[in-house]
């Protein structure tokens, strides 16, 4: 009588992940990127969506391979892809968590860790500066926490916050913090925040979500470019990515996004390695310890600490120094975004390639539209940009292509963004538009008057509201996909114009 041998876990597990490519490649065409992507376009019957996930069997194989060692919580793959981020970034450290607003909320409660000298510590009623159009969990962990938000208002054609208004903001012993996004994927105008920061003293957390991949080149003559010479460039100044100039930066990996986890985001740590500690505290129920889970007394005197008014020697796995949260993402989305990560650059270039087709086939329309510019940028041409004379440059790794209605246009972006959805063409408006006009904070200001204060007549943030919209440029858009946007937004025109 003759037997077979089982087969062994590893040839069980290989086979396992040869059917799942199988599987992949079979099932997610439609998420290939767009030279890949094999599948036809039919316009106005195949949708074209804003944003989306964009992978092949390299993600799917890597979720499924970390799923069947079922670790699951963050381990080995989160470790990983921890400090593959960080250099690929250029901080001190990466720190995962579940979502950028999750993101947005660790990096701001880490800086009201009782563990900061006093006089840099975020207590509440201190004031925080922030922009008023965007997206509302940039601001909620300000309000969460006690403190107050100052909204400056936004400059349309940009989409950042207007800083020219930063001094108006600033009250002396109440300003703590500058906590702004770079929206859509442009750079806000990072010489005046390092510049105001520097000044006074304050944290710089960049909200760097919509602009993973974005740079900004700090002109050399800048009074801080000395502070990053490390990356000095002669004759051109100091280029870094977006999230790595100020104190702690954030990072979402939400399907639209530059990469993605399925649900995912990051704190980036720029510099300073007691605020990862903080941090981390605070992403992991606010415990003081900081081992990994899965690791014990890499203190080598996990029973030797007495904190708080708990007995000496008591177990420092369970002390808490902070009022924290647990935020963290799985192992298997982490081993995801690895595999995103290696497609990251080729993802910067498509977004940057998409958006100047549009810009390109659109230009004709300027009487009914403003087109957004990068930050010191005065002007686009087919050849390139004009800029002003600053000598501070921008590189966009667009998150999206944002429209702004003229008054004078025979449609309003309502109108417009109806017609396009009509046309299965995604389109979005600048996230919460003017967020003092959002029911939550209308209703935060009955409750408490002093909840925020706000700079001047928000007119810019109001007109974002009011004018704009986005489309997508992210890299699973083929070219067919572009050229029937350009042309749908053509025939709206041409028709609107009777």
């Known amino acids: ?44 019957k195949t ?95 300000i309000i969460q926490n006690g403190a107050v938000p100052v909204f400056l208002d936004n400059d349309p054609i940009t989409g950042n916050a207007d800083l020219s208004q930063l001094e108006a903001a600033y009250v002396p012993g109440k300003t703590k913090a500058v906590m702004i996004a770079h929206a859509l994927g442009n750079p806000f105008d990072l010489s005046a925040a390092l510049a105001f920061c520097k000044k006074y003293d304050l944290w710089l957390i960049e909200d760097n979500c919509d602009a993973l991949g974005c740079s900004y080149t700090l002109n050399a003559a800048h009074p801080l470019a000395a502070s990053f010479a490390d990356q000095l460039k002669l004759g051109e100044g100091v280029s870094r990515y977006t999230g790595t100039w100020g104190d702690l930066s954030t990072q979402s990996f939400y399907p639209p996004h530059h990469l993605t986890m399925g649900e995912g985001g990051a704190v980036n740590v720029v510099r300073d390695m007691k605020l990862k500690v903080y941090a981390e505290s605070f992403r992991d129920w606010g415990r003081d310890c900081w081992c990994a889970s899965g690791v014990d007394n890499t203190c080598n005197k996990r029973f ?128 919460g538009g003017n967020l003092v006009r959002q029911p939550a904070f209308v209703q935060l200001r009955k409750d408490d008057p002093k909840a925020f204060r706000v700079i001047g007549d928000l007119a810019g943030a109001d007109r974002i509201m009011n004018q704009s919209l986005f489309l997508g440029v992210y890299p699973g858009l083929t070219q067919p996909m572009l050229d029937y946007m350009i042309e749908t937004i053509h025939r709206i025109v041409k028709k609107a114009r009777g």
């Open 304 to 431: 030797g600490w007495q904190l708080g008014e708990l007995p000496q020697g008591y177990d420092h796995k369970y002390i808490y120094s902070h009022l924290g949260y647990n935020l963290k993402p799985l192992d298997p989305q982490a081993a995801i975004g690895r595999q995103q990560l290696k497609k990251l650059p080729a993802f910067i270039e498509a977004r940057k390639a998409n958006w100047n087709a549009l810009r390109a086939g659109l230009a004709d329309l300027e009487e009914f539209f403003s087109f957004s510019l990068p930050t010191h940028a005065t002007g686009w041409t087919p050849d390139g940009y004009t800029w002003d004379t600053s000598g501070n440059r921008t590189e966009c790794s667009w998150f999206g292509f944002l429209l702004l209605v003229r008054p004078e246009a025979p449609f309003r972006n309502v109108e417009l963004g109806k017609l396009l959805d009509e046309a299965k063409i995604g389109n979005r408006m600048l996230f």
């Open 47 to 141: 949708t074209v969506p804003y944003a989306g996930r964009v992978f092949d069997g390299d993600e799917v194989e890597a979720a499924v391979g970390a799923t069947l060692d079922f670790w699951l919580t963050l381990g080995r793959e989160g470790e990983a892809m921890e400090k593959e981020l960080a250099e690929f970034m250029g901080v001190r450290k990466s720190i995962l968590v579940n979502s950028g607003s999750s993101a947005n909320l660790v990096a701001f409660s880490a800086l009201t860790s009782a563990k900061l000298p006093a006089e840099k510590r975020i207590r509440p009623g201190d004031e925080v500066i922030t922009c008023a159009a965007g997206f509302p969990t940039t601001v909620a962990p």
């Open 1 to 44: 009588m003759s037997s077979t041998a089982a087969p062994s876990p590893a040839a069980l597990k290989a086979e396992i992940l040869r059917l799942t490519r199988e599987y992949s490649a079979l099932m997610h065409q439609a998420n290939r990127p767009a030279p890949e992507n094999p599948l036809p376009f039919e316009p106005g």
